[in-house]
């Protein structure tokens, strides 16, 4: 922001360039504050009122009710509390899945596609990225048919002779369904009592089977993106390294484990930051693919402060899941920030000094 | 789109030359150009297996939309419909409200990527290059509001919509949509990189801030205008949650809106399938030409959206 000053007799020029400064960024500012900052304010106000969608909620039609919006999700007794814990559960492990997944295929596509030995890499970078620019509402569509009953994919888990459950109708936990194969169907008594109106044995359901589409839908359209951005961080690896690890004997997994990854570790970050901020906010393919359905096992905090919003018309509710999701977002970001900087004992890495001129970098972009 | 040429197995050979002469021998030698042909043939078997998996589920669905919804329940793998019938597409065009959609979306996306362009090099050029006071302080504002993830905007947006009584119009859909913190952020970086002697010169001519914006800077911005074009286009293409927290009546449904709702009402009146496809397939194409149109832009900046 600093170094621009310019000297005296340009004075004049100066102040007029500051007026047209402020000109200039008038309508993005008027915008950005209407549709960005006044709703947090406005919102942060309804989710400790009483608003039922009628009136004007700042002119007299709403009450503050202090924080009963957020006790009766955290401690209330109701029905509430029962969703918004469902909905917790249900989110948690989506992301717990898709995080990792996403991560691990994105950086796999992008090293099989960086080998300059395969033939047809610019057409298979063109098929893994393409899933990422489509709407989220069509891929859904299109995996709901896929997932169907007598759908493709079970007719391919026929063709291994593996009957394939009814998917996206299926509530089932993977992990009760895990236990119930070696014959435990009912839990002990310990695992009956609740935590936020859950019981623990429902905490450990697993996601249900209708989430893993969801899981899978996830991995398939953001691999592609992840895998741009670990493709442009491999590109800046000199091959100078990788050779002189190939002449110390270093085998292939070698040098992935040992060279590719360490010197990726910006980019992982970024992938899983992004990854984290994404898979809490998963709304699109659910008001699209199942609404919460079934047994609620797809419900999210996101589809689930719309819900209570516009359809229950309970508009504190809403606004306090809201902030919740919010807070959630922002503990996970930071937990995360912790947990790898802590495990970052090389110190920084000043990505500008790495030797970049040696990069292949030309001739090789499809 | 264009093949990479790919190095020859002979050229790789060569590269690995001093690897194989300091193992020794000629017969290590061999067996290492083995291993070495039988891992790419590996690799690329693979390559091929995850390309087609990755545009199955697409090619899939464009098969679908041409069969009758028994084929299609039947057959729900084959890619070559029993009899082709654009039933699906006819019922879509000719006995919906798909082409109104399709218009909506088109008028709100046109609206939305102009506006943004205007609006973020405007607001970038001031950020690169206008020195005013509070400049600062703006800039980390814009940070920090890029840090606000969109889905807990849903509700608070629909608080500020209601109390400007732009609910349920076309404005309400088009203008919240213009705010745009990372556009300006992508305008700024690029100002920045371009040398100030030209617009000195301009300056130095007696032209004003807007002259020397309009006709000296933002021709040399294409570049980047192209990428705000991009991102803008599928933004809002494929929005979804501000259309439903916009707007309720059904001559405002975007595509994005009417699509998810005949996916989701349709589940109890039989499963249409050839016509949920080609709605999809439809929905798909303006993204599609616009992605292999600039897809070497897109492919080196990596600048897509990240899918929530």
């Not at chain 1, 993977?174 to 070696?182: D, I, M, R, T, Y």
């Not at chain 1, 609620?296 to 719309?306: D, E, F, M, N, R």
């Not at chain 2, 102009?114 to 950020?127: E, H, P």
């Not at chain 2, 914006?213 to 494929?238: D, E």
């Amino acid at each position: 922001m600093s170094g621009i000053r310019l000297p005296r007799r340009r004075r004049s020029i100066h102040s007029g360039q500051a007026a047209a400064g402020w000109l200039f960024m008038a309508p993005a500012i008027v915008l950005l504050g209407l549709f960005l900052v006044i709703p947090i304010a406005m919102a942060l106000w309804v989710s400790v009122s009483d608003w039922g969608g009628r009136g004007n909620p700042f002119t007299g039609a709403a009450h503050f009710v202090g924080g009963r919006n957020y006790a009766e999700l955290l401690t209330g007794d109701g029905l509430a509390r029962r969703d918004f814990a469902t909905s917790l559960r249900n989110n948690a492990y989506y992301v717990l899945l898709v995080v990792p997944l996403q991560t691990v295929v994105a950086l796999g596509l992008a090293v099989l596609v960086n080998r300059k030995v395969l033939r047809g890499r610019g057409l298979a970078r063109t098929a893994f990225y393409f899933p990422s620019v489509t709407s989220s509402v069509a891929i859904t569509v299109v995996f709901l048919f896929l997932f169907t009953a007598s759908g493709a994919v079970n007719r391919l888990l026929g063709y291994l002779s593996i009957e394939g459950p009814n998917w996206i109708n299926d509530p089932r936990g993977v992990v009760h369904l895990a236990l119930s194969a070696v014959g435990v169907d009912s839990p002990p008594a310990a695992l009956r009592s609740p935590v936020l109106g859950l019981d623990v044995w429902d905490w450990l359901s697993g996601p249900s089977v209708a989430m893993c589409v969801f899981i899978v839908l996830a991995v398939f359209t953001t691999s592609g993106t992840f895998m741009l951005l670990f493709l442009a961080a491999l590109q800046n690896i000199s091959a100078e390294v990788e050779e002189s690890a190939q002449v110390d004997g270093a085998t292939a997994w070698q040098r992935l484990r040992h060279i590719t990854v360490p010197m990726l570790r910006p980019t992982l970050f970024t992938v899983i930051t992004l990854g984290l901020i994404g898979t809490w906010q998963v709304f699109d393919q659910i008001y699209t693919g199942s609404q919460g359905a079934p047994g609620k096992t797809t419900l999210t905090p996101a589809y689930l402060s719309y819900e209570a919003s516009f359809t229950s018309q309970e508009w504190g509710r809403g606004a306090a899941i809201a902030f919740l999701l919010f807070a959630i977002i922002v503990v996970m970001t930071l937990l995360q920030r912790m947990v790898l900087r802590e495990r970052d004992t090389g110190g920084r890495r000043p990505r500008r000094l790495r030797p970049s001129a040696t990069a292949p970098k030309g001739g090789e972009q499809a | 789109m264009s093949f990479v040429p790919a190095q020859t197995v002979s050229e790789q050979a060569a590269v690995e030359q001093p690897v194989a002469g300091k193992a020794g021998s000629g017969k290590a030698r061999r067996g290492r150009a083995a291993r070495h042909k039988a891992a790419s043939f590996a690799g690329g078997l693979l390559l091929l297996v995850l390309a087609l998996a990755y545009v199955s589920p697409f090619l899939i669905s464009v098969a679908t939309s041409f069969k009758t919804t028994a084929d299609a329940t039947a057959h729900p793998l084959s890619l070559v419909p029993e009899t082709v019938t654009t039933a699906a597409y006819r019922k879509l065009f000719l006995n919906s409200d798909f082409p109104l959609w399709f218009a909506n979306s088109a008028v709100v996306t046109v609206a939305v990527t102009a506006g943004r362009v205007l609006l973020d090099s405007l607001a970038g050029y001031a950020l690169a290059r206008l020195p005013f006071r509070g400049r600062g302080v703006v800039y980390a504002a814009l940070v920090a509001v890029m840090a606000v993830p969109s889905v807990v905007l849903l509700i608070p947006r629909f608080l500020v919509i209601n109390s400007l009584q732009m609910y349920d119009s076309y404005a309400g859909l088009i203008v919240p949509l213009l705010a745009d913190a990372a556009g300006i952020f992508i305008m700024k970086n690029f100002f920045e990189s371009i040398p100030p002697s030209v617009e000195e010169a301009a300056r130095m001519d007696g032209a004003g801030p807007f002259r020397v914006f309009w006709s000296v800077v933002l021709p040399m911005a294409r570049p980047a205008l192209i990428t705000i074009v991009i991102l803008s286009f599928q933004g809002s293409w494929n929005e979804l949650s501000h259309f439903i927290t916009a707007s309720q009546s059904p001559e405002l449904f975007t595509l994005t809106k009417g699509v998810a709702q005949l996916s989701a009402g349709a589940l109890s009146q039989g499963t249409q399938y050839p016509l949920k496809l080609g709605a999809a397939v439809v929905m798909t194409v303006p993204v599609a030409v616009l992605f292999f149109v600039f897809q070497r832009r897109i492919m080196n900046t990596g600048a897509g959206a990240v899918k929530e």
